[in-house]
Structures are given as C-alpha cells and as structure tokens.
C-alpha cells in the first residue's frame, strides 16, 4: 500500500508533454488502447528528439503492456481505410503507415542475450522491463498516450536530465547493455557525434572493454552507422571516438595505418590520419553527398602502404593515388558496400585528388581541359574535395592554396565555354573515319580517333567537326591512308 501511495505521488510529480502529441494518430492510439485496455506509450527516438527540439523521421514507435499486434490491429480498425497491418511475427512487432507517418508496435518485454547471438530470448514485461532493455536513457524515455495520463513523461532513468547534460548513458550497467548488443557501442558514438553529446566515462571504458564484440554484428548494420556519422556537421567527433575505443582498428584498419608522425634526418611528414578527419569536417560544410564524404575519408589511404624515404626528396608518397583507389574496392567488398557506381565515383576522386593541386601550380588552357577530360561530370566534386583537402594552419599559405584553385575554377569555366570538353564526344565518329578511308574495323580508326582527341586536349585543333574532319585526312596520310573517293 506505501509502495502504491509513493508511487502515486512520484507519478503526479512527472512533467506533461501533451504538445507532444498533436498529431492526430496519437488520439486514435490512445483510443485503441482504451477498447483493450492496454497500457500504451510513445517511446524512444521521436520522444528524444520531441524534447531536443529536432526533427525527426516521421516514425512513432508504441510499447503496449500486452500485445503490440493487437494494438495494431486495433488502430487499423479505427483508422479511415484501414491501413493495413504487416506483421512482424519472429519480432513481435507489428507496423502500419497512415498520413504520411508509419506506426510500430510492440508489446513490453524482457529480454535476456546469449553469449555469440544478437538474438534474444524474450517475455513479456512491463513498461519498466522494456525500457531497461533500451539502448540508452535518452532513448528510453516514454510518453503515456493512455487516457488517464495522456503525455505523462515516464523516465526512470533520469533521461531528461541526461538530455539537459548532453549525456548518453545506458540504463543498465553499460557492459550489460553492449555485450547484449554490440550494435550498440555504435550507436553510442552515433548519437554522440549526431547530437554533440559526451558519452559517460564508465560506457566509454564499457565500449573499450567490448569492442572485439563487434565482429558479431553484420557488415551492413556497422555502414549503416558509418553512414549516419559521416552525414553528422562534424563527423570527426565520430571518428575520434571510434579510434579513442578501439572500434575503429576493426572497421578501418588502413585509416589507422595513417596515424602518427615519422621522423628520419629531421623531417617529418604531417599525420595522415589526423589530417584526413579534418578533411572530413572541411567537406561536410560543403556537401551532403555521402559518397563524396566517403571519397573524403578515403582519399588519402593509399599513403601508409606507399610511404618511402629518401635523402633527396625526403618523405614521398608516390603512386598512393592509384594505390587508395584499388583499396576502396577492397574496402567496399569487405564492408560489402554497394559495388556499384558509388563505389566507381569513389575511387575515381581517390585516384584523382592530386590532380587540381599539381595543376593549380601552373594553370594551363591544355591541363584544365585535360583534368574536365578526365573528371567528367564529377569535375566539380573533385574540385570540393581539393579544396576541402586544404589543412594548412599558416593563414597565408590556406589563402595561396585557395587562390590557386579559385584561379583553376576560372580556367574551367572559360575553357569549358570555349572547348566543351565536359561531356566530350569525338566530333568526327568513327563510322566517318571507316567511310572515309574504306576501313573495316580495325586499329588505325582507334589510332585516329586518339590522335584528334589528343589535338583537342593539348589546344592544337579546336573541338569542331570541320577542324577535325581536316585534322582527320591529315593523320590518314601520315599513316598510309588513301580516302576512297
Ligand atoms: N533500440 C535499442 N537498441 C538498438 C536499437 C534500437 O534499444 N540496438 C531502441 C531505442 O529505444 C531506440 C528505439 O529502439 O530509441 C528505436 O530505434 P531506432 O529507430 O533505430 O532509432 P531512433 O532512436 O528512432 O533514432 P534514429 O531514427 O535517429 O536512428
């Protein structure tokens, strides 16, 4: 009967969100769990980010004391059309999506892990069970949609108050909550880098102590969070973390190969690793493509395996453009990344990210319609990673280096106006070289063909048909060739 009393008491003391809960979804829910009477709340991610004041995808997920599929089934019911159900049966979870949000359902439970398994065994429990099964305190946090104590905050953790202190915290002893699921040391440090929070130092060491737990977790799932760090405003935070915890030498060993500083006969060379995370930040104030943010964190791994020193030239990396590109592939298959044209795109900015800057030295007519030659629609991305690639801490040099490639984007724009080179395509084909020359497929077109685009690169024959067409009988001649007609 204390219990109960003080319990009440602690209950009438909990703050109300009921802003929290406008959408209209939440009234049909909480009607549903009126007719089963079914303990429900809103929990996790959408709450957390409701009281951070951040946007959040447009996913609510429901924890009902009972049956979260019945719940379900119950909502649809109520619901104008009857949005159907998909049922998630091995989870006991269930999911429908109306007006533009989708709904997930489960029922409370405990749940209790394995040793080598992320899959637990679990019972049914109650709304206490289920929250100490959460990742972290922040995301732990449950807003009741019941009748009684419609928007009642339910936080036994202290949530709220990890939110205030920028914490992220488990709610269980830390060790508990990774080695149950070692996704989790992930998300730890996702959430850290997402929301500039600190994660407690006991889950820190938690995370140190569990790292080796990760090889448990598949490939996708450990991306997908290398993802969501990488679109983070300052994904060095991330990555600093993961190299502080150990996890990063199990992701990406070759970005741990860049770390630290050699000296031989009083030179140095900079530090490769930490140089690349500033990179990082450098472009994501750029751009929010992922993959040219991937193209940023790998553009410079070709240059632990390529590092040599000689007494002449000192510290020299050669070849570690060409050398990175064939590492993304490996890297890609082994993180089973997609093999694809994302993949293309990356190592063709890893295997060109020198270019622009050995150009920006000497800004010819001929290198700039090279380097849009070879850069292709991706000349601009290569552009934003050269000069996210700046890094210098001496302001002069940072405005030369930035001068530099402001005068090669001019180039560029004044080139491409003239040559249109971007999107070449060979103004004398090589049916007409066939036609011309009576040829049946065969070497000599290919030599042509190579011998006109050259001409255009190096500024020696505009690119137009007539100057080709000209240049074309030209090289015919020095090789043999008589026109047929
Ligand atoms: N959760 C968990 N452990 C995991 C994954 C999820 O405890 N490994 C719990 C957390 O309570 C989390 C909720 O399930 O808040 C929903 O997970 P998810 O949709 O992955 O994350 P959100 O918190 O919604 O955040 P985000 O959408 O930013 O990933």
Not at 146 to 166: I, R, S, V, W, Y
Not at 361 to 375: G, H, M
Not at 411 to 426: A, C, G, L, S, T
């Amino acid at each position: 009967m204390v219990k109960c009393r003080l319990y009440e008491r602690k209950m009438s003391q909990l703050p109300i969100f009921k802003n929290a809960l406008q959408h209209p979804v939440f009234k049909v829910v909480s009607e549903a769990a009126k007719t089963l009477q079914l303990e429900t709340y809103v929990i996790g991610g959408y709450v957390r980010d409701y009281l951070l004041k951040r946007e959040h995808k447009k996913d609510f997920d429901f924890v009902a004391v009972g049956s979260g599929i019945e719940l379900a089934r119950e909502v649809s019911n109520l619901l104008p059309g009857k949005p159907k159900v998909t049922i998630f049966k091995n989870y006991g979870t269930a999911m429908l999506k109306t007006q533009g949000v989708e709904l997930e359902f489960v029922g409370a439970r405990k749940e209790s892990y394995q040793e080598h398994s992320r899959k637990p065994s679990v019972e049914n429990g109650t709304l206490h069970d289920d929250q100490n099964r959460r990742d972290f305190t922040i995301n732990a946090l449950a807003l009741s949609v019941n009748e009684a104590n419609f928007g009642q905050l339910l936080d036994p953790f202290n949530g709220l108050k990890d939110l205030e202190n920028k914490i992220i915290r488990t709610p269980l002893d830390p060790n508990i909550t990774y080695s149950d699921d070692p996704l989790r040391m992930l998300r730890a440090i996702r959430f850290a880098t997402q929301l500039e929070f600190n994660i407690e130092k006991k889950s820190l060491q938690a995370i140190k102590e569990n790292a080796s737990r990760l090889e448990i977790i598949s490939k996708e799932r450990i991306v997908d969070e290398i993802h969501k760090i990488l679109m983070t405003p300052k994904p060095s935070l991330g990555f600093k973390l993961l190299r502080d915890t150990g996890l990063l030498p199990l992701i990406f060993p070759e970005l741990m190969a860049l770390e630290g500083i050699e000296e031989k006969e009083g030179q140095l060379h900079k530090d490769n690793f930490w140089h690349t995370l500033e990179v990082v930040d450098n472009i994501a104030q750029t751009t929010d493509d992922l993959w040219l943010r991937w193209a940023a964190l790998l553009h410079d791994i070709g240059k632990a395996p390529t590092k040599r020193f000689d007494k002449k030239n000192g510290w020299t990396f050669h070849g570690h453009e060409f050398v990175g590109s064939k590492m993304v592939y490996k890297l890609f298959k082994r993180l089973r990344m997609p093999m694809n044209d994302k993949m293309k795109f990356v190592q063709k900015m890893v295997l060109m990210s020198s270019r622009p800057i050995v150009l920006a030295t000497e800004v010819t007519d001929s290198a700039v319609r090279r380097l849009i030659f070879d850069a292709g629609e991706h000349v601009e991305d290569l552009m934003t990673l050269c000069e996210a690639d700046i890094t210098t801490k001496n302001p002069k040099r940072f405005q030369k280096y930035h001068n530099n490639f402001k005068r090669v984007r001019e180039k560029m724009v004044e080139v491409e106006e003239r040559d249109h080179i971007r999107n070449f395509q060979p103004p004398v084909s090589g049916e007409e070289i066939m036609e011309t020359f009576g040829l049946s497929p065969s070497r000599e077109i290919g030599l042509i063909k190579d011998a006109i685009k050259e001409a255009i690169l190096e500024g020696a024959i505009p690119n137009e048909y007539d100057a080709a067409r000209k240049f074309m009988m030209q090289k015919g001649k020095e090789i043999g060739l008589k026109p047929i007609a």
